[in-house]
């Protein structure tokens, strides 16, 4: 079983920045590929950064440039680092990892880019 854990939201205005937490707990490998995805009102859920178990991270278009996946293993933490946001990246923020051929979700943390 493994527990993923979300923090780091809230609002902030356009072009500030905030960085997202998603601490893991329970039987996860410290190289276990995790994923940021982001969920807006009214849209489909969508991946935003990818960290794979090589260590190579994937953006989407929209965020590469001004989003940056990272992890501190001795934490057992993924960050997502968000500069320069946009009101369009207003939403509800999930980790999500699969491992040992199951899928976990975190609870979600919002971030709201507002003036």
């Known amino acids: 079983q493994v527990q993923l854990v979300e923090s780091g939201g809230g609002l902030v205005q356009p072009g500030g920045s905030l960085r997202l937490s998603c601490t893991a707990s329970?039987?996860?490998?410290?190289?276990?590929?995790m994923t940021w995805h982001r969920q807006a009102p009214g849209k489909e859920r969508e991946w935003v950064a990818i960290?794979?178990?090589?260590?190579?991270?994937i953006y989407k278009d929209s965020v590469k440039g001004r989003f940056t996946i990272s992890r501190d293993n001795a934490k057992n933490t993924v960050y997502l680092q968000m500069n320069t946001l946009k009101p369009e990246d207003t939403a509800v923020y999930y980790c999500q990892t699969t491992t040992s051929g199951y899928n976990y979700w975190g609870q979600g943390t919002q971030v709201t880019v507002s003036s």
């Open positions: 329970g039987s996860i490998s410290s190289i276990a590929p």
């Open positions: 960290l794979t178990s090589e260590s190579l991270t």
